[in-house]
């Protein structure tokens, strides 16, 4: 993954037969790239623009990372390139439950639909919630699932002028950033018991680091949370887990990452739980496992902070939302429009 | 297809053996496949020799499965990096990346289809190397 000389940082990301290579020094770059040149047959693709079905494009702000070709790709094989655009990729506070009445749909071509969205994720996050909701019908998918999962490829089919920003440190950012550099961004959240099959609770992470989203996740909990202390408290300690993987990455890359991480979250109750080791009537129960976040906690490793609902941004992965409110978190995540670039 | 072979012999992938009679050789076909330009046109006709990995027996044929990976966050991480410190990002493929997999098994193909060394039909390969498809 890395390669050091004295002075200089050299990165290296190795995706089977691709290789991206970066670094504080061009030189370091070159040399690299002749070294293994001469071990290797290989093709210098130059500066990154495509890589795994991603596509890169560079301007003086920063980077821009987006997958309109392969949107495109995947609208044309689902005969969905004529369809009208919708705004928002699940419907408002659509609920999907058992609907053994309808009538059962192919399901290859579900598996196909629901298998293309989740890569489309890597670039475009704020579909993640929906993604995972239909994803939950595989094994038998009817007729209102495949119609959420196609109304979520009518919402990508406006996502084009969409791109996922990687910021570029210039003057125009406000003085103090150049101090939070090092600072990694996290929020957490989920909902209570939005699942109407099995009551599970669905939460979501959201990590930015250097300004630019670095991860994110919406996922359904395994265990039922009895109260929606309870699922933020398991959200945010699954986040915990994360949370110190990448820290980890980062201080192996020899760059800065400032303790105590802040995980910002929107319920005082699991802030509280996460300080204080009592153990009372109504969170005794909860899985030693979880406790794993107040320990990291005590360690003064990471804390819980508190974050109002309105900025609180992995909302996006735990419910659908209306049209201001998530077109307001999409833009937090770091979805920016093409040509403001420009 | 001559080009699959040349890159194949000028890796030392394989030698022609006689097939020790304890040993299943492993079929290889053709698989051909057009590459576009962005525009549309025809780029060339690549033509990849496989490997019909599936009839490889698990603990006999091989034993591990694996490649290496960057998860996707840790490449979001570089990226994010770079980006905010201005680095140039270079990228880089490699050739025939599979062939160049040292193997270590003992692995036994035949000949592939419409190339058949004459008089020597009877002989299959030896594998040093990997192929697309094996496991």
């Known amino acids: 993954m890395k390669v050091f000389s004295p002075n200089n940082l050299l990165l290296i990301c190795l995706y089977v037969d691709d290789l991206l290579v970066t670094g504080d020094s061009q030189a370091e770059i070159e040399l690299f790239k002749q070294k293994m040149n001469s071990e290797f047959e290989m093709t210098d693709l130059r500066r990154l623009n495509y890589?795994?079905?991603?596509?890169f494009k560079h301007t003086s702000k920063g980077i821009l990372l987006h997958q309109r070709r392969y949107i495109s790709g995947v609208l044309s094989k689902f005969h969905m390139a004529d369809y009208n655009l919708v705004p928002i990729p699940v419907i408002a506070n659509l609920k999907l439950g058992e609907a053994t009445d309808?009538?059962?749909?192919?399901?290859?071509?579900?598996?196909?639909?629901?298998?293309?969205?989740r890569y489309v994720c890597n670039s475009i996050p704020d579909i993640s919630y929906g993604v995972g909701l239909v994803s939950r019908f595989m094994n038998s998918p009817r007729t209102s699932y495949?119609?959420?999962?196609?109304?979520?490829?009518?919402?990508?089919?406006?996502?084009?002028?969409?791109?996922?920003?990687?910021?570029?440190?210039?003057?125009?950012?406000?003085?103090?950033?150049?101090q939070d550099e090092g600072n990694m961004e996290v929020w957490t959240d989920s909902d209570w018991y939005g699942d109407r099959m099995d009551r599970r609770s669905t939460f979501g992470y959201f990590f930015k680091y250097m300004h630019a989203p670095i991860s994110w996740c919406s996922k359904k909990q395994n265990v039922l949370a009895l109260s929606s202390c309870e699922a933020e408290y398991i959200a945010s300690a699954k986040t915990t887990c994360q949370c110190l993987w990448l820290s980890a990455c980062i201080k192996e890359l020899k760059l800065e990452c400032k303790e105590p991480?802040?995980?910002?979250?929107?319920?005082?109750?699991?802030?509280?739980?996460?300080?204080?080791?009592?153990?009372?009537?109504?969170?005794?129960?909860?899985?030693?496992?979880?406790?794993?976040?107040r320990d990291q906690v005590s360690q003064g490793r990471l804390e819980l902070v508190y974050c109002p609902t309105e900025d609180q941004v992995a909302d996006v992965?735990?419910?659908a939302l209306r049209q201001s409110r998530f077109e307001k978190l999409r833009e937090l995540l770091g979805l920016k429009l093409i040509n403001i670039l420009d | 297809m001559l080009e699959e072979l040349k890159s194949i012999e000028k890796n030392k992938t394989w030698e022609l053996v006689d097939l020790p009679h304890h040993k299943h050789p492993i079929d290889v076909?053709?698989?051909?496949?057009?590459?576009?330009?962005?525009?549309?046109?025809?780029?060339?006709?690549?033509?990849?020799?496989?490997?019909?990995?599936?009839l490889q027996k698990p603990g006999?044929?091989?034993?591990?499965?694996?490649?290496?990976?960057?998860?996707?966050?840790?490449?979001?991480?570089?990226?994010?990096?770079?980006s905010w410190k201005g680095w140039e990002i270079g990228q880089l493929d490699v050739k025939s990346a599979?062939?160049?997999?040292?193997?270590?098994?003992?692995?036994?193909?035949?000949?592939?289809?419409?190339f058949e060394r004459m008089g020597e039909e009877h002989k299959v390969f030896k594998l040093h190397k990997a192929l697309y498809g094996l496991k």
Do not use: M
């Not at chain 1, 309808?102 to 969205?117: F, N, P």
């Not at chain 1, 995980?263 to 909860?286: M, T």
């Not at chain 2, 044929?61 to 994010?80: C, G, K, Q, S, Y």
């Open chain 1, 146 to 178: 495949l119609a959420a999962a196609k109304h979520i490829l009518r919402y990508l089919k406006g996502t084009t002028k969409l791109g996922l920003f990687f910021p570029r440190r210039t003057s125009h950012f406000p003085r103090r950033t150049s």
């Open chain 1, 317 to 319: 992965f735990t419910k």
């Open chain 2, 98 to 114: 599979f062939l160049n997999g040292p193997l270590e098994e003992e692995v036994y193909v035949r000949q592939p289809p419409g």
């Open chain 2, 60 to 82: 006999i044929d091989f034993t591990d499965v694996f490649a290496p990976v960057a998860r996707l966050e840790t490449v979001w991480l570089v990226i994010a990096v770079a």
């Open chain 2, 29 to 54: 076909k053709w698989v051909f496949k057009t590459k576009f330009k962005p525009d549309g046109s025809i780029a060339k006709h690549k033509a990849r020799l496989v490997a019909k990995g599936f």
């Open chain 1, 51 to 55: 890589f795994l079905g991603l596509e």
């Open chain 1, 261 to 293: 991480i802040q995980l910002l979250v929107d319920n005082k109750s699991a802030i509280s739980l996460s300080k204080n080791p009592v153990c009372h009537g109504r969170s005794k129960h909860i899985e030693t496992k979880f406790h794993f976040l």
């Open chain 1, 102 to 117: 309808e009538r059962l749909v192919d399901a290859t071509l579900y598996k196909q639909v629901v298998g293309s969205l």
